[in-house]
């Protein structure tokens, strides 16, 4: 499945069709980006960079 499936009668240009090719494995990485992203976020808590609010 494309990103841009049935919206365009023409196809993307190759730049955004590269972008699109990596959403398999952007799915398959995605809780470990949440994870990631979490554990930045409370780093830089503790740094006193991020407040809870």
């Known amino acids: ?3 841009w499936g049935g ?3 023409q196809q993307p240009d190759a730049l955004a069709w590269q ?6 494995i952007d ?4 809780s470990q980006d ?4 979490l554990a930045w976020a409370q780093a830089i808590q503790q740094a006193g ?3 809870q609010k």
């Open 1 to 3: 499945m494309t990103l």
């Open 7 to 9: 919206r365009f009668s």
């Open 19 to 24: 972008l699109n090719a990596s959403l398999p």
């Open 27 to 30: 799915q398959r990485m995605a």
């Open 34 to 37: 949440v994870a990631g992203s």
């Open 49 to 51: 960079v991020l407040t």
